[in-house]
């Protein structure tokens, strides 16, 4: 028997009504060669009894990971045939079209990782925004490095040859839980990994209170973990690791003071802002206009495809 084309790997968790719009949204897709990895961290609700189901479709595999997901992730990694390894979030979903369009990107151009738009809500019922995601840049490590995670897991399919080659899996550390996906790709583009961006809605994407990013201080506490762990012990593009660490964790604090985590004096940030912007202006100048410019284009897109969506259902 040939090996799947795609293999989809699912943690999951005491999610049981969401993982079975996740599975649905996986058997309604119109391109079929594919496998179904469930990695389930031994469950206390009806999850297996939904898994049951569709026993013959879905391998599972129960485990106790102690609240760490990267090994559910890894687990899935090693018990994969595919030749690609689509990831799925059990709380996420997909459009009925992602894997045909994603196996028709692989068949059209050469790269190692592809990631695609996805639809954003705190409710099961209301695609309330859309995120894009990238772009994939020069020096794309130190960019991301700097700059942030440019990938959702739940959207993202690798090649697994690129990953059994480099041996590359998800670091365990219960320091890195919740950004792991972060880690996993900062060391795919350390290893110079081709990255194909499509700003297509393909997935939807669902914020609630068991999700593992919900807690968003400690998030952000994990993303200086990881940030810290590459600036001092991975990167090579940077002597002074010092000033690069101060310069990454300076505009880390400026984003947690936007969401108002905590009370922060604002002159002290102006000063160093401008200190920042006088040692490294293009970095600076570079970093903001970024994030100006996703928040612009994850809202022309988001006008664009509802508008699409509502001219096809009319």
């Given at each position: 028997m040939n090996s799947p084309f795609f293999s989809i790997i699912i943690p999951t968790y005491n999610q049981a009504e969401f993982l079975k719009i996740s599975l649905n949204s996986i058997f309604k897709q119109n391109f079929k060669n594919?496998?179904?990895?469930?990695?389930?961290?031994?469950?206390?609700?009806?999850?297996?009894?939904?898994?049951?189901?569709?026993?013959?479709?879905?391998?599972?595999k129960k485990i106790d990971n102690k609240g760490i997901i990267a090994k559910s992730r890894n687990l899935g990694i090693k018990l994969s045939k595919g030749k690609w390894l689509a990831f799925l979030d059990s709380d996420d979903?997909?459009?009925?079209?992602?894997?045909?369009?994603?196996?028709?990107?692989i068949n059209k151009y050469e790269f190692n990782v592809i990631c695609h738009s996805e639809w954003i809500s705190n409710s099961l019922q209301q695609k309330k925004k859309l995120w894009t995601y990238g772009p994939y840049q020069k020096n794309f490590y130190q960019i991301m490095l700097r700059q942030g995670n440019r990938l959702s897991t739940s959207a993202t399919t690798v090649e697994k040859k690129f990953?059994?080659?480099?041996?590359?899996?998800?670091?365990?550390?219960?320091n890195l839980i919740s950004v792991e996906d972060y880690d996993f790709f900062l060391?795919?583009?350390?290893?110079?990994?081709?990255?194909?961006?499509?700003?297509?809605?393909l997935g939807n994407h669902f914020f609630h209170s068991k999700s593992s990013s919900s807690n968003l201080l400690k998030h952000f506490k994990s993303i200086e973990a990881v940030t810290r762990h590459h600036v001092f012990n991975v990167q090579k593009f940077e002597k002074n690791k010092k000033f690069l660490w101060a310069e990454i964790k300076f505009f880390l604090n400026l984003k947690r003071s936007i969401f108002n985590f905590e009370k922060v004096n604002m002159l002290n940030y102006f000063m160093k802002l401008i200190f920042i912007t006088i040692s490294?202006?293009?970095?600076?100048?570079?970093?903001?206009?970024?994030?100006?410019?996703?928040?612009?284009?994850?809202?022309?897109?988001?006008?664009?495809?509802?508008?699409?969506?509502?001219?096809?259902?009319?």
């Open positions: 594919y496998e179904i990895i469930v990695i389930d961290n031994n469950s206390k609700d009806n999850t297996s009894k939904i898994i049951s189901k569709y026993k013959k479709k879905i391998v599972y979903s997909w459009e009925i079209d992602k894997l045909k369009i994603i196996h028709q990107y990953l059994v080659k480099n041996k590359i899996l998800f670091n365990e550390k219960k060391n795919i583009a350390k290893k110079n990994a081709n990255f194909y961006f499509t700003n297509k809605p490294r202006p293009i970095f600076t100048i570079s970093y903001i206009g970024n994030l100006l410019i996703k928040k612009i284009k994850d809202m022309i897109f988001f006008i664009f495809y509802k508008l699409k969506f509502s001219i096809f259902n009319s």
